[in-house]
């Protein structure tokens, strides 16, 4: 979904098959409350709301559906035009160990994961664990074209952009 598809009371679902039910629409997030199943309508009466309202950004807005039809829809587009080279079983299994341990779970800012990066060579970076030493955070990449992965510092990693779409069709025709 995009913002302009979000009016207050628009219905939609997480990516995760939450239910939601848009709460306020800004320029560039909205804010929605949960409808968990078998909670009484009572409980979603506002503003203002006595269960939380949830913010949504660019990317929880883009992974957001009015349907499950038009989730697997969307993934079903996307794998057609994406190029993306996709994950490795091994790979996914090593980056949910990782992004689990009790090291990354320490790491104070967590929506670092959620945007991977481009460095200087144009290699797409999908950052998913953390480890410190002293006052120093290392952030574990995969790199999905190279299927190997690597440490960068955080400081060197945040002052890399964020990957678009162009960079990851870059990417994808040299390899």
């Known amino acids: 979904m995009k913002i302009e ?15 939601w039910r848009c709460t306020d629409v800004g320029k560039r997030s909205i804010l929605a409350i949960e409808l968990s199943e078998g909670l009484d309508e009572a409980w979603t009466v506002g503003p203002p709301y006595v269960v939380p309202e949830v913010p949504f950004d660019e990317i929880g807005i883009a992974s957001a559906f009015r349907s499950a039809e038009e989730s697997i829809r969307s993934a079903i587009e ?34 670092l994961f959620r945007v991977d990066r481009v460095n200087a060579e144009g290699e797409i970076l999908h950052p998913f664990a953390a480890a410190s030493a002293g006052d120093t955070w290392s952030i574990q990449v995969y790199l999905p074209f190279a299927q190997r992965y690597e440490w960068v510092l955080e400081a060197d990693f945040i002052r890399m952009r964020p990957c678009t779409e162009v960079d990851m069709r870059s990417r994808a025709r040299r390899t």
């Open 5 to 19: 598809d979000f009016d207050l009371g628009t219905l939609f679902y997480s990516a995760t098959g939450q239910h």
């Open 78 to 111: 996307s794998a057609n035009r994406d190029d993306h080279p996709g994950y490795p079983v091994q790979a996914v299994l090593a980056m949910m160990k990782a992004g689990f341990s009790e090291e990354t779970n320490r790491y104070p800012r967590c929506l």
